[in-house]
């Protein structure tokens, strides 16, 4: 069964830092790897999609690493603003359908 | 592209009474997803959907839960005779390969 473990549970920096959040999972046969933000009570919006067959995806700020051997990604944040603040999630999708860590609670604070 | 779209947004029912949200997909995704979010949690799997074939039910889908996508379109989940456990976040989502998962705004429940 398909386990995925986020590290760490919450974080807090001052502005302008630069964070690593980090997501390993049990099983590396997945097809790809999903992170998500998620502000409280709001549903989940979808930034970077890493297939299995690619290391790193960037968009903006952000730039998530994929070792599919090793069960493990990161989600890098550069220069970090109050408007980050929110929960990161990661998900892998294998055999079965999406399976989540419990996410990362990030608070930025200016 | 519109998104994945829920409704309603929020709702508070009392217990023991039958409830059902609707989940529109992104038109042209064939697969779509429930979930269900307690606080402090990850989303977890309940069911998902190939066009209109309900393919996979998780065990946490209890008799009291049903979903349906008629014509392959947009779905529906039922909870019946609702319990305070059900207070939750359900989300829909949506996938393609190319994009992965959308998901929608979600419907909040709580049961009184």
């Known amino acids: 069964k398909q386990e995925v473990t986020q590290i760490p549970a919450a974080l807090s920096v001052p502005e302008g830092e630069n964070l690593v959040l980090n997501c390993s999972f049990t099983?590396?046969?997945?097809?790809?790897l999903q992170w998500f933000r998620q502000d409280p009570g709001k549903g989940l919006t979808s930034l970077l999609l890493?297939?299995?067959?690619?290391r790193e995806q960037t968009s903006g700020r952000l730039n998530a690493s994929l070792d599919k051997s090793s069960g493990r990604s990161t989600l890098y944040i550069a220069a970090s603003q109050p408007g980050d603040s929110a929960t990161y999630l990661c998900?892998?999708?294998?055999?079965?359908?999406?399976?989540f860590g419990k996410g990362t609670r990030l608070s930025v604070i200016a | 592209d519109t998104g994945v779209s829920q409704d309603p947004r929020h709702k508070i029912t009392k217990r023991g009474q039958n409830v059902t949200f609707r989940c529109d997909p992104i038109?042209?995704?064939?697969?779509l997803y429930w979930y269900r979010q307690t606080l402090g949690q990850g989303p977890e799997f309940l069911t998902y959907?190939?066009?209109?074939?309900?393919?996979?039910k998780s065990r946490l889908l209890s008799d009291r839960f049903s979903a349906e996508r008629p014509k392959g379109s947009f779905s529906t989940l039922e909870i019946q005779r609702t319990e305070q456990g059900d207070s939750a976040m359900y989300l829909c989502?949506?996938?393609?390969?190319?994009?992965?998962?959308?998901f929608g705004s979600g419907t909040r429940l709580t049961v009184v």
């Open positions: 959907f190939q066009n209109e074939a309900q393919l996979e």
């Open positions: 998900a892998v999708v294998g055999n079965t359908p999406l399976v």
């Open positions: 099983d590396s046969a997945i097809y790809n």
């Open positions: 038109s042209e995704h064939n697969r």
């Open positions: 989502a949506s996938s393609s390969p190319r994009r992965g998962y959308t």
């Open positions: 890493i297939q299995s067959s690619q």
